[in-house]
């Protein structure tokens, strides 16, 4: 830490943003209609009130399951393609560079496909319900290469979400929080470049980016582990309706854990920087301006120091230009976010 007497202020970017609590809740249901509710109610039903067989069910149940990510995939890649200057990774206006949660979206869908092509036509029936194991397994061996790589520093060989080839890679919960900030609630570039600063100027937000990628790494084993135990212990009755819901409990409970983690991470970071006598201050001024809670609320002064081995980058000490969501809702309907 460089000595400065004028100033005992650490200024960085302050990472939340405003989004639409409904817009929201429509996609969580959404997701729920096409996974649980709609596969759980042909499946059941069929069974119940016709002679349909279990291979001709599962294959109905394989076709519904897809349903949503024909939705959700193409629209984000529409996004990402089409609004490349304002959504896309820095550095890149190349339109097939997508994103660290693209990649890794495509990736597990292909692997998710493959029980549900698989299970009707042989017959094997319960491989079927481990269709979700195999969307949320792929994307925990992801996290997981990002935590050796980072480990051995590893340089990469090819482009990941704003990280050129060549850089050593960040935890994946990184690139997953730029990723999404900027493009699924559409805050643009301005977005990335805020979280790259706060990574950079700050020791302890970086040990939260590898706290928060271990943890996803064993909530997705849990989840892999316990799929497994119902889907081959369980009567197929049984197990076809707990293992789809299972998915939205997990994610759940996975997300409570999640924010707690967060909230403990951003705490310790001001007390880090407390410690060595320093009051954190968070620069407000990026996406929907909006104040991460229990920080400091007054204006920052104007000369503000550089957190160690950032002496050579700027710190913002200037309102960036705001960088609003393109159907922003109005006053009033605004969510704020509580944590990263």
Same mark, same amino acid.
């Given at each position: $830490?460089?000595?400065?007497?004028?100033?005992? =202020?650490?200024? /960085?970017?302050?990472?939340?943003?405003?989004?639409?609590?409904?817009?929201?809740?429509?996609?969580?249901?959404?997701?729920?209609?096409?996974?649980?509710?709609?596969?759980?109610? /042909?499946?059941?039903?069929?069974?119940?009130?016709?002679?349909?067989?279990?291979?001709?069910?599962?294959?109905? #149940?394989?076709?519904?399951?897809?349903?949503?990510?024909?939705?959700?995939?193409?629209?984000?890649?529409? +996004?990402?393609?089409?609004?490349?200057?304002?959504?896309? &990774?820095?550095?890149?206006?190349?339109?097939?560079?997508?994103?660290?949660?693209?990649?890794?979206? =495509?990736?597990?869908? /292909?692997?998710?496909?493959? &029980?549900?092509?698989?299970? &009707?036509?042989?017959?094997?029936?319960?491989?079927? /319900?481990?269709?979700?194991?195999?969307?949320?397994?792929?994307? !925990?061996?992801?996290?997981?290469?990002?935590?050796?790589?980072?480990?051995?520093?590893?340089?990469?060989?090819?482009?990941?979400?704003?990280?050129?080839?060549?850089?050593?890679?960040?935890?994946?919960?990184?690139?997953?929080?730029? *990723?999404?900030?900027?493009?699924?609630?559409?805050?643009?570039?301005?977005?990335?470049?805020?979280?790259?600063? +706060?990574? *950079?100027? #700050? &020791?302890?937000?970086?040990?939260?980016?590898?706290?928060?990628?271990?943890?996803?790494?064993?909530?997705?084993?849990?989840?892999?582990?316990? =799929?497994?135990?119902?889907?081959? !212990?369980?009567?197929?009755?049984?197990?076809? !309706?707990?293992?789809? !819901?299972?998915?939205?409990?997990?994610?759940?409970?996975?997300?409570?854990?999640?924010?707690?983690?967060?909230?403990?991470?951003?705490?310790?970071?001001?007390?880090?920087? %407390?410690? +060595?006598?320093?009051?954190?201050? @968070?620069?407000? =001024?990026?996406?929907?301006?909006?104040?991460?809670?229990?920080?400091?609320?007054?204006?920052?002064? @104007?000369?503000? @120091?550089?957190?160690?081995?950032?002496?050579?980058?700027?710190?913002?000490? @200037?309102? $960036?230009?705001?960088?609003? #969501?393109?159907? #922003?809702?109005?006053?009033?309907?605004? %969510?704020?976010?509580?944590?990263?």
């Amino acid at each position: $830490m460089h000595d400065d007497s004028q100033s005992d =202020t650490l200024t /960085l970017p302050d990472l939340q943003f405003s989004y639409n609590k409904f817009y929201v809740a429509l996609y969580i249901s959404f997701l729920l209609v096409c996974n649980v509710l709609i596969p759980c109610l /042909l499946f059941y039903l069929l069974q119940t009130f016709t002679k349909i067989t279990t291979k001709e069910l599962i294959g109905i #149940s394989s076709a519904v399951l897809g349903l949503s990510s024909c939705f959700d995939a193409p629209f984000r890649l529409l +996004r990402l393609v089409r609004h490349r200057q304002q959504y896309g &990774p820095l550095g890149t206006d190349v339109w097939w560079h997508l994103d660290f949660v693209m990649w890794a979206y =495509t990736f597990a869908l /292909l692997i998710f496909a493959f &029980p549900l092509a698989i299970a &009707p036509a042989i017959a094997f029936y319960n491989f079927f /319900l481990m269709s979700t194991m195999m969307l949320v397994g792929p994307i !925990g061996v992801v996290f997981l290469f990002s935590l050796i790589a980072q480990h051995y520093r590893w340089p990469l060989p090819v482009r990941c979400s704003s990280e050129p080839a060549g850089s050593i890679m960040k935890p994946a919960v990184f690139y997953c929080i730029e *990723d999404v900030g900027a493009v699924d609630f559409m805050h643009g570039r301005t977005f990335r470049q805020r979280v790259h600063t +706060r990574y *950079d100027a #700050s &020791p302890p937000f970086r040990q939260l980016m590898t706290d928060l990628t271990i943890y996803w790494v064993f909530a997705c084993a849990v989840y892999c582990g316990v =799929t497994a135990a119902v889907t081959w !212990g369980a009567s197929l009755n049984f197990a076809f !309706g707990w293992v789809l !819901g299972q998915l939205f409990i997990w994610a759940f409970v996975s997300f409570l854990g999640c924010r707690w983690l967060v909230h403990r991470g951003l705490t310790r970071e001001r007390v880090y920087w %407390e410690h +060595r006598g320093r009051t954190l201050f @968070k620069e407000t =001024t990026g996406p929907g301006g909006i104040h991460e809670g229990g920080v400091e609320n007054q204006p920052a002064p @104007k000369r503000t @120091k550089s957190a160690p081995g950032t002496a050579n980058r700027p710190i913002l000490q @200037k309102p $960036m230009p705001t960088s609003k #969501s393109l159907d #922003s809702p109005p006053k009033g309907k605004i %969510e704020r976010t509580e944590v990263v």
